[in-house]
């Protein structure tokens, strides 16, 4: 016999279903009239300090459809890499957002301020980055990954440089398709499959 | 000095396996390869925090939300509540839950479900709440009905509730079902079955709780929550290798 630990296991994950959309984001499916304010609408305030991009792109599946009923949360800080209630951030930065793929296109889009770099408890400095958290039905724990930049610093990134298979490194930047706009594709399985993070 | 430490590891052997031919949607969106470990940072250990400001006097009151208190839904009253902890134990307090759910027909309000059921012109199916200084939190609802969705041959979903919390941190985000107790559908559900560790399904089946049930008015089933911890040590904040 040994001492007892005092813990608890997680509760398991369950699928967010097909439905997902009438319980996180209702007016997406017609239901707006249930909540005053529907929560994760946009992660910047007008006057948001920094750069306001776009960044576009599409949920694939392992057969290389684009799902249309894939649902994103996103979380982020602001341009100077401050997160939402620490010391000196941009009040006009919430930093999280809700969106989901367009019901016809798959397509999903996301307006935000380009996030600052953030720094590792040893110090180290990780690249600007959004993270994201993706489900659907079929997806039966949500899958965590990040959004990196193509037009930002990422060589010393503590993330991106543990990933053995170098060329995997591109499926988490974001790639300029103009000024302030990107594309970034998740791919859930298969060729170009998204790195997906345990973190 | 205690430092508030990166999150302890999510331990996957106690959640469902995402590739799993019984829940034929999984086959073809579940990644084929590994996770990328790593400690957490501040991207993963800060998250959003919501106020009572942005919330509803009905929102957690499915019965009455849809129609603003106009008119009831249909169905067997119920109150669900728990507690959100974290693996240490400590209640979660001040983090938001959301639930959606079918209603007593076993119909979803979404543009998406075609089930033969009607709609209930008087229910939503969408609730959210904040959590108290404790942890605590309640909805008042309907039990939703099981229904049938087309996956094997003759597939039927228990009754069941989703439901998301946040926590403090962006990666203790869950989502999860609530089941009934003694509903005979769990044990035949491809969905539940994804969950292969008995007892962490078992966890998903609320009670009923006939102490915080009203007489003449609801039964209440109770649904506790445990979201990831965080690890606590006086050497978190030196250097890799000390």
Redesign the interface.
């Known amino acids: 016999m040994t001492q007892k630990l005092?813990?608890?296991?997680?509760?398991?994950?369950?699928?967010?279903?097909?439905?997902?959309?009438?319980?996180?984001m209702?007016s997406y499916?017609?239901?707006g009239?249930?909540?005053?304010?529907e929560?994760?609408q946009s992660p910047i305030e007008e006057g948001a300090a920094g750069e306001i991009i776009e960044i576009t792109g599409s949920v694939y599946?392992?057969?290389g459809?684009a799902?249309r009923?894939a649902l994103i949360?996103s979380?982020?800080?602001d341009a100077q890499g401050r997160?939402?209630?620490?010391e000196g951030a941009d009040p006009k930065v919430?930093?999280?957002c809700r969106f989901a793929a367009d019901?016809t296109s798959g397509e999903f889009t996301l307006r935000t301020v380009k996030p600052g770099p953030?720094?590792?408890?040893?110090?180290r400095m990780?690249a600007p980055?959004i993270?994201l958290?993706i489900?659907?039905?079929?997806?039966?724990?949500?899958?965590?990954t990040?959004i990196y930049f193509e037009d930002e610093e990422n060589s010393a990134d503590?993330?991106l440089a543990?990933?053995e298979q170098r060329p995997r490194v591109e499926t988490l930047i974001a790639k300029k398709t103009g000024a302030g706009q990107y594309r970034f594709d998740i791919r859930?399985?298969?060729e170009g499959?998204?790195?997906?993070?345990?973190? | 000095m205690l430092d508030n430490g990166p999150l302890i590891p999510r331990n996957r052997a106690l959640h469902p396996i995402p590739y799993d031919p019984d829940y034929k949607t999984t086959v073809a969106r579940s990644p084929y390869l590994p996770l990328l470990s790593m400690d957490s940072s501040a991207s993963e250990e800060t998250g959003p925090t919501f106020g009572h400001g942005q919330l509803g006097a009905l929102d957690n009151n499915l019965i009455l939300n849809w129609t603003r208190g106009a008119a009831p839904a249909i169905g067997e009253r119920i109150v669900m509540h728990g507690r959100v902890l974290d693996e240490r134990g400590r209640g979660v307090p001040h983090t938001l839950v959301e639930i959606w759910q079918a209603n007593a027909g076993g119909r979803y309000r979404h543009k998406k479900d075609g089930y033969l059921a009607p709609l209930d012109p008087n229910f939503g199916g969408a609730g959210r709440t904040l959590t108290d200084a404790d942890g605590n939190y309640q909805f008042l609802t309907i039990r939703p009905g099981a229904y049938p969705w087309p996956n094997r041959g003759n597939d039927w979903r228990p009754m069941h509730i989703h439901i998301s919390v946040f926590g403090h941190s962006f990666a203790q985000r869950l989502i999860t079902q609530m089941y009934f107790e003694g509903d005979p559908l769990i044990p035949l559900c491809p969905i539940a079955a994804t969950i292969k560790n008995r007892a962490q399904l078992d966890r998903l089946v609320a009670p009923l709780d006939m102490a915080n049930s009203k007489p003449l008015d609801y039964l209440a089933y109770k649904f506790d929550i445990v979201l990831r911890g965080r690890r606590q040590s006086m050497f978190e904040n030196k250097p890799e290798g000390m």
Do not use: K
């Not at chain 1, 813990?7 to 319980?23: C, F, K, N, R, W």
């Not at chain 1, 953030?118 to 110090?123: F, H, P, Q, S, Y």
């Not at chain 1, 499959?193 to 973190?199: A, G, N, Q, S």
């Open positions: 005092d813990m608890l296991p997680e509760t398991a994950s369950q699928t967010a279903g097909p439905y997902v959309h009438i319980g996180l209702p499916t017609g239901n009239q249930i909540f005053d304010q929560i994760g599946d392992g057969t459809w799902m009923d949360e979380w982020q800080p997160f939402a209630g620490q919430n930093g999280f019901a953030v720094a590792l408890r040893d110090g990780q980055h993270s958290w489900v659907a039905r079929g997806i039966n724990i949500g899958l965590q990040r503590p993330l543990r990933i859930l399985q298969g499959e998204t790195v997906f993070l345990d973190i």
